[in-house]
Structures are given as structure tokens and as C-alpha cells.
């Protein structure tokens, strides 16, 4: 593969010992029998619709897919509603005083709702928003904690047919703006703020600021949250506190009866450009995506207790801590705070606390995780799980064995599972019951989904390194950028054929199989498990007053999996001093969000370019992963690479 990044994961394939499936595992779990590959392969559409027909639809499909590709109709014909799903049809059955929801805020608060008192409080919610005059099809965007009140705002949005937008609350004000515009969302739900840390994320003071300038808001719903010492601006008319909403409204409000293609949610992630795409998903297949692979990959019981550690605001938080364990009738546990708060310990004494058998977290959580040692996790009594899993950037094996051994106790099967925001649900996995796991290795393709590597040519390579593409539809898939028909046609499909799903990963096969993820072959960033684009980090940098041009690439790191590194030039005059890397970050913090704050900055009078003008990144990647120097010929001036080598291991 052309991709200079890729060689040095070939190590990862020397790793030959291999995980069989426990057999008392395997003896109770959902898929026991190998043969369920074969049967997907045969009719993926017939199997797909098989999970579609444990869903509770209002009106049947009268065809399961209508591919005109890229364009894809799944369940043709069919009408549903996903809170009716995920909530109506458990309340009405033996699960009515089955935990939904167990929360524990980071200040050790807790609240249990069954999901009889979830049916209640959507339904409620549900009301209050028709009243502030949200209906079918408007946007609402949601700014808040992870706390229960998010979710349900998400059922009552889809209860109602209304498009949520969720945006994480560790975005800026800048970003919940431009999204908030982008959608052109009616009404925002926020809190007065959220822990972390001990301190208190003022969400209403960042949403303030965001509020000045996003005219399609007609009224803003208020969480209280926070202990009530933070000042709140209650802007009359248009700011309204959830509870009081809450106390006149009726818990009851009938579904809306919403197409299966319709739309259930837009969700932004950064891409190749300067400007995060709105990813959108509709209710059928979407929630047929998710149901199926929650049961399957999470092999999910009545029984268990799950916990997903992601942020609601991401998709992980969508898919796994909502849409698909809700869907099942699962009891999810949620946490608002820090995993090392108040001490190190917080996950493990949670996973005891509450019995969790299910946890599913990211190999960037592991690998901090391991640096803080066993001792956190041994001073817990961990036998209740039976399940873990991992998600948003490739695990490397060390990282998975010391899940495997010190969290999971030798007896845990171990999901590493490959999708995006755009696929919706996992798409490569292994079924905890029957597959024999490679430590690094996300298995292989969940049935009925087909991936490829395909090298540059778009030829699909049978074994070895290249890209990965998705040959077939799946239900899950995004259906669209919002507002920006084009762009998905370009962005995704547009490669090799507008029938190939082109993920910007790349991957290798081996014999058995089996796929190795090796990262983003794009300038996408995954840093922490956070998608971050490098073209974003730049506009950003560049939006400083002082700076005349920055480049941004990944470095490798030991517990973020990537950091960034940035290359700035200033304009004339200006000196780069320690005070102005930290100003320059803090820049970053309050455009985008802290999470995109570059590691390093290094100002230089030159960055490296081609005789057209284009940076080159892959010599800028080169320095920041203190390799040798790749082929600078088409350099316009080749001494560039050599004065900022030699800076930049000065200056980090
Ligand atoms: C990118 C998608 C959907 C999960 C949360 C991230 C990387 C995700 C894995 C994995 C190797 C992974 C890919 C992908 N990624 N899971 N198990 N092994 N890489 O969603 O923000 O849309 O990012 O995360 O690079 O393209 P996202």
C-alpha cells in the first residue's frame, strides 16, 4: 500500500496467540452456530429484514431495500417510531419496572428510571416540546451533560418526529453555532451546567454565547443540573427551565408514525475540510442496524446491566448507550464524569456497585488505564462481567491483553468493533460466542456486511494491506451529508463506483480472514478516540490574528493514540514565544473545543512545499513521528526540511 504510515503496523500480524470463545460463553450465547455468516451471505436482505421483524412497526415494509446507488431506501413502505421501540413496547411488557436507565452523576448522585418512568417522561417531554411548537421534521439541538435528561430528550424528539442534533458538551460555543446554523435548529435543550472533574462545565453561559448569533432558535429548554451557585441567564420569552415545563405537561403523547426513511437524527463529524459534515440517519434501517448488532455483538440479555462508557454526544453514545441497548430492552448504565474522579478507581468501583456485565469502553481509555496499574482495578471485585468490548481507533495488542487479563479476568470475551459515525452500527466484530479472537484484530465483517481492501486501482486485494471499502449496502448507513447532497456522493461514493463505501480507513486481511485496522488514510485525526479534522485545527489556528499559515498532522502517542502537531508561520513581526503556543492553543480550545488543542506548536519561518505551492504533510507527519525523512525532490526549497527537523527536536 502507497500509505507511508501503514508499515509500521505490520507487526501487529506477528501476533499469533489466539482467544477461543469460553465454552460456557458460547453455551448460552445468542449465536452459537458459525453457519449464521453463510445465511447472511446467501440473502443479506432476508436477514436484515429478520432483525426489522422484531422491531414494532405501525405499517409493514412491502420491500426490504431500494438501492440506486448511493442512494438507498431500506424497509420500503414501512412506518414506525423509534421511542416506541425503545420504550412503549418494554413498558407494556414483564421489563414495566426493569431499570432503563441507572445514573450516577460525577458528584456520586444517583437516579434509576424504569422504563415505565422512562415511557412517562418522554411522553412528557414529547409534550412539552409540541407546546414551544417543535413538529415533525424540525431540528432540535441538544447541548448537554450525560444525563438522563439527554436521552430523553433524543425518544421525545423521535416520539414527535423532530431531528435531534446532538453536540457534545465539550464543544465551544463556536462549534454548537455553526451546527446549530447548519441544521437550522428551531430549539435548543441545555443544562445550567455539568460536572467533570469536580468543576462545572457552565454549558447555559457557552450556549449563551453561541445564541447570539443562531436566529433559527425560537425558545431554549433549561436542565438544572449544576448546585445552583452558578449564576444563570434567563433570557424572558425565549429561556424556559425544564422542570416547571415538565410539572403542566401530560405523560401522554401518541407516536407519530414516521417512514422509515425519515430522518432520526443529524450528527456533525469532522472530515477532510474545514467544515464538520452533518451526518444523517433515518429511523428503519437505523434501528435495525443497532438492535441487531447490540444483541449479537453484546450478546444482550435481560439480565445484564450494560455500561457503555462513551459520551452521549458522540456516536458511540447514540448507537450503544441509546438507539440499540434501549431497543433491546437493555438496562444501561450511564456516567456523568471522569473516569479518574474522584480517584482512579471510579470505573472499577462502578462495575462492583452496580453488577455490570456488559462494558464497553476505548482503547484509549485502556491504555491510561494500564499506565495507572492493576492495583485500581484488583482493589474491585469484577466477576459479575462476562462481556468486554472496545471502540473508535485500533487497539493495539498489548492494550487488549491487559484488558483481557486485569478487567475481563480471563474469562471475558473481547469485542474490538470497526464502524464510523457514518455505518450507524459496528461493522466488523467478532460474535463473542463462536469467534476465536487475534489480539488487534476487529475480527471480521458482522453478517451481511461485506468489506473489501481495494488498492488504489480499486482492485480487491484477497489478503494483505490496503483500503477498506464497504461493497454492499447496510441498513445502518448514513442516507446523507444534511444540506449537502453532493458532498456525500463525493465524499463516500465516489472512488471506485458509486456502489462502493469508501471509509478512509486503511486495513489488511490476513489468511483467515481476518481485519487488521491501521487507521485514517485521510486528514482525519483520531485523537483519544475523537475524530478530529486536520483541516478544522488549521482554519482555527489560521482565525489567529498573529498567524499568516499552519499545518497539522498526527504523532503518534501513548495513551491519545494520536496527538497533533502543528507547524505555524507568523505574520511579519510577530515572535513566537512559550506565551504565544499557549494563546495560540487556547485559540484552538475556544473555536473548536479542548479537545482539539495541538500537543505541539512549532513556529517556523517556512513550511515545506511543492513548487505549486501545496504543503506537503507527509513531510511535516515525517518530523512530528521523528522518522528519517521521506522524498523531498518535488520540494521548492529542500533546506526547509532539514532547519525544522532539527527545531523541532529542539523544541519537544
Ligand atoms: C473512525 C470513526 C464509531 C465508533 C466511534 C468513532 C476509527 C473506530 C475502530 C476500531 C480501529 C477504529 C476508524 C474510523 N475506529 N473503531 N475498532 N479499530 N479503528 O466514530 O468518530 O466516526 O470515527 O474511528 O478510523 O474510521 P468516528
Known sequence: MSDPRTAEFSDLLREDRTFPPPDSFRANAHVR????????????????????????????????????????????????????????????????????????????????????????????????????????????????????????????????????????????????????????????????????RGQIVPLKQMADEALQDTPSIRNVIIVQRGDRSMPVHVQEGRDHWYHRLMQDASPVCAPEAMDAEDMLYILYTSGTTGKPKGIVHTTGGYLTGTYATTKLVFDMKDEDVYWCTADIGWVTGHSYVVYGPLANGATVLMYEGAPDWPQKDRFWSMIEKYGVTIFYTAPTAIRAFMRWGVDWP?????????????????????????????????????????????TGAIMISPLPGITTTRPGSASRPFPGIKAEIKNERGETVPSGGGLLAITRPWPAMLRGIYGDPERYVRQYWNRWGHDVYVTGDGAKLDADGNFWLLGRVDDVLNVAGHRIGTMEVESALVDHPSVAEAAVVGKPHEIKGQAIAAFVTLKEGIFGTKAHVDELREHVARKIGAIAKPDDIIFTADLPKTRSGKIMRRLLRDIAEGKAIGDTTTLADASVMAKLKTQYENET
Open 33 to 196: 452456530d458459525e453457519r449464521i455468516y453463510a445465511e447472511a451471505e446467501r440473502d443479506p436482505e432476508a436477514f436484515w429484514a429478520q432483525f426489522a421483524s422484531e422491531l414494532e412497526w405501525s405499517t409493514p415494509w412491502t420491500q426490504v431495500l431500494d438501492w440506486r446507488p448511493p442512494h438507498a431506501k431500506w424497509f420500503v413502505g414501512g412506518t414506525l417510531n423509534a421511542s416506541v421501540n425503545c420504550v412503549d413496547r418494554h413498558a407494556r411488557s414483564h421489563r414495566r419496572n426493569k431499570a432503563a436507565i441507572i445514573w450516577e452523576g460525577e458528584p456520586g448522585d444517583r437516579r434509576t428510571l424504569t422504563y415505565w418512568d422512562l415511557y412517562r417522561e418522554v411522553q412528557q417531554f414529547a409534550n412539552v416540546l409540541k407546546k414551544l411548537g417543535v413538529s415533525r421534521g424540525d431540528r432540535v439541538a441538544l447541548y448537554l451533560p450525560l444525563i438522563p435528561e439527554l436521552a430523553i430528550a433524543m425518544l421525545a424528539c423521535a416520539r414527535i418526529g423532530a431531528v435531534h442534533s446532538v453536540v457534545f458538551g465539550g464543544f465551544s460555543s463556536e462549534s454548537l453555532r455553526d451546527r446549530i446554523n447548519d441544521a437550522q435548529a428551531k430549539l435548543l435543550v441545555t443544562a445550567d451546567g455539568g460536572y467533570r
Open 378 to 422: 484488583a482493589k474491585h471485585d469484577l466477576s459479575t462481567l462476562r462481556l468486554i468490548g472496545s471502540v473508535g481507533e485500533p487497539i493495539n495488542p498489548e492494550a487488549w491483553v491487559w484488558y483481557y487479563r486485569y478487567i475481563g479476568g480471563e474469562r471475558c470475551p473481547v469485542v474490538d468493533t470497526w464502524w464510523q459515525t457514518e
